[in-house]
């Protein structure tokens, strides 16, 4: 019986190719990174054939490496970059525009004019999410209006849409299957949330054909196999999908309302699974659907911080003060406190809860006795204390109390900041031995889809806990530095 899983985690600035046995232990792991470009300020690109051929190129590695037979592999799972966005012509699967990247912001007018006719609160009662250029709805109306000769293609029926996911399932597939989850549908501004369809209304007030469309699914089923492929035969099932935040919410098997993650990158992405009814929030926060698995389907509200990572980054290349970034611990760890110091990291703005574009980076609190250990303990303080506010808001938002957070990512190896993230939210923080719970969740969504494992509690079992951080400050020092850093959050 074939036992194995291909893990597709094709990501923003590279693709990650994992091989899993049925323990979920990494036989292999390959990464190659690819260019982002960069036409306008502003404006980010990809070309789909380097997502292609970085994909094709991890596989190949990945499986030599792992010494694995490919007719071992039981089923190939995929998590992207969510609203990436191409579109390409069916007959012969070439783009007919670079991939506009989630991170792109030339459909701002489109909003702006979407919100000037009245429509933000249909958007936002329909989806869950905000009219923002990162979600791909504006992006297809984008490449439709200035593409020559698309939109005519599109209404004929010769064009096909997708989010990274779609683009790589067709590929795969040899054109046979054009699909996508409910994980990433629900990051389009175009599927209703609670039919869980592409809402007609919608399409209309962005021109967006339905032909265009693929066909949602679940997040764990058959969507097609593989064919035509120099890497793989002919046969494989491609069989679990979900967007990356939410794999990784899978992947820490979150599957409990109340339980929640949060993902360290470059910025930090916490999601709370909220049961099978979306949560509508009042305070900033998106409502998405974390995955659908047989006939539930489950959601979750979702909050991102801007800089996570990207602070240490900062503290690098902009002050100096560390030469790389794993160095920020140690420097932390060189004094006992922030000495008074409070960093605000909001080099990008400010996103949930407060959603502030305007808001610039802060560090408060200066006197003659603060060194360069007191700013780098204040920016991994200034992390966590982002990730209170978004959680803050998840709580109140979903009338469940936080039971714990599990964390993964890059800078959840970094023991100090994990444990500052317990204590400041006097909750008990979990970290898996696995910290890329992102290609974890599409390697369990496409077992589940092949019967590799026969139920989410058996793929549970399998989740393996690293180390918990419990809380350890006291009340009055904790509501301390949630007063500082709300009256520093005030003057950025």
Known sequence: MSNHILAIDQGTTGT??????????????????????????????????????????????????????????????????????????????????????????????????????????TFRTRTGLVLDPYFSGTKVKWILDHVAGARTQADTGDLAFGTVDTFLVWRLSGGDAHVTDVSNASRTLLMNLETLEWDDELLGHLSVPESLLP?????????????????????????????????????????????????????????MNTGTTPVASKRGLLTTVGWKIGGETTYALEGSAFVAGAAVQWLRDGLGIISNATEIEALAKTVSDNGGVTFVPALAGLGAPHWNPHARGLISGLDRGVNRGHIARAALEGIALQNADILDAMVADS??????????????????????????LDVPIVRPKMLETTALGAALLAGLGVGLWSSTAEAKAAWQEDRTFSPSMDDAERQAHLDRWNSAVGKA
């Open 215 to 271: 066909r949602i699914c679940s997040s764990s089923e058959i969507y097609g196999r593989t064919r035509g492929l120099d890497i793989l035969p002919d046969g494989i099932p491609i069989s679990g999908m979900a967007g990356d935040q939410q794999a990784a919410l899978f992947g820490q098997v979150c599957l409990e309302p109340g339980e929640a993650k949060c993902t360290y990158g470059t910025g930090a992405f916490l999601l």
């Open 399 to 424: 009338g469940v109390n936080l039971s714990g957070l599990k964390v993964d990512g890059g800078a959840a190896a970094n023991n100090l900041l994990m444990q500052y993230q317990a204590d400041i």
């Open 16 to 121: 990650t190719v994992l091989v899993l046995d049925q323990n979920l232990t990494v036989l292999a792991r390959v990464n190659k990174e690819f260019p982002q470009l960069y036409p306008r300020p502003g404006w980010v690109e990809h070309n789909p054939e380097d997502i292609w051929e970085t994909t094709r190129s991890c596989i190949g590695g990945a499986l030599t490496r792992a010494g694995v037979d490919v007719t071992d592999i039981a089923g190939i799972g995929i998590t992207n970059q969510r609203e990436t966005t191409t579109v390409w012509r069916r007959r012969d699967g070439r783009a007919i525009h670079n991939s506009i990247v989630w991170q792109c912001r030339r459909t701002a007018e489109v909003c702006a004019n979407l919100k000037a006719q009245g429509l933000e609160d």
